[in-house]
């Protein structure tokens, strides 16, 4: 079975511009969550969706929005990117709202460089 | 404020060492701790504790969870350069699905 996918592996982007990730979660899961992991720590919450509703929001600016779609696979948009935007971002998925105790699987994340 | 806080952040030991990962929480309605291994990008599941204080072993892999003293361990014995890794402790709060991380320690075995 396939686990978590992501695209693109890798994006550059420059200051100001707007950016695009996608995560696929596994097959029958129908929560998808996404992480910022700067370089040197550990991921940060962005949002959860389960069911195609928002179901949690971290710390993080407006310019930060997602969505997901019927089949469950999941957009994060981030607009007007600054160099600290400058991350690894990282999708999981679990079976359920809360998976089993908070179990999630993750991707193989998408590298986004902001110049 | 939730957090989650892990020792040491960087470790270099050698092959046949046996090392300790420390993690400490503090989370607002505690119902699992999660430990996950990272080599270059997608974290990989280890363990999941709950609040039961439940020791899992795998391998050359162990954890313990003290829910009374609000840390975990991580025990790798025997190490192999393949242990090298960062490791995330994470901590599940019933906050949906969210998970609170702590820095990682990066674990470096040398030959």
């Known amino acids: 079975d396939a686990g978590v996918t992501q695209s693109p592996t890798h994006l550059i982007k420059t200051r100001g511009q707007h950016v695009t990730l996608r995560c696929s979660p596994i097959s029958g899961h129908k929560s998808v969550s996404w992480y910022q992991q700067v370089l040197g720590q550990g991921p940060q919450f962005i949002f959860q969706y389960y069911e195609k509703e928002e179901r949690g929001r971290g710390n993080f600016p407006d310019r930060f929005s997602a969505r997901q779609f019927p089949n469950y696979s999941s957009e994060l948009n981030v607009n007007a990117l600054l160099l600290g935007d400058s991350a690894l971002y990282l999708c999981a998925s679990s079976s359920t709202l809360a998976g089993r105790f908070g179990e999630q699987f993750f991707g193989p994340g998408t590298r986004l460089t902001v110049l | 404020e939730d957090k989650v806080v892990q020792s040491p952040l960087s470790l270099v030991v050698h092959e046949g060492d046996t090392v300790t990962l420390n993690c400490s929480y503090e989370v607002t309605n505690f119902r699992s701790l999660l430990w996950y291994k990272q080599e270059k990008k997608a974290p990989t599941f280890l363990f999941m504790l709950?609040?039961?204080?439940i020791e899992k072993k795998s391998g050359r892999l162990s954890s313990i969870l003290d829910k009374k003293e609000l840390f975990s361990i991580l025990n790798i014995t025997a190490t192999q350069t393949g242990d090298s890794a960062v490791y995330l402790c994470?901590?599940?709060?019933?906050?949906?699905?969210?998970?609170?991380f702590g820095q990682g320690t990066e674990l470096s075995v040398k030959p």
């Open positions: 709950t609040s039961s204080g």
């Open positions: 994470a901590v599940y709060g019933n906050q949906g699905g969210k998970l609170i």
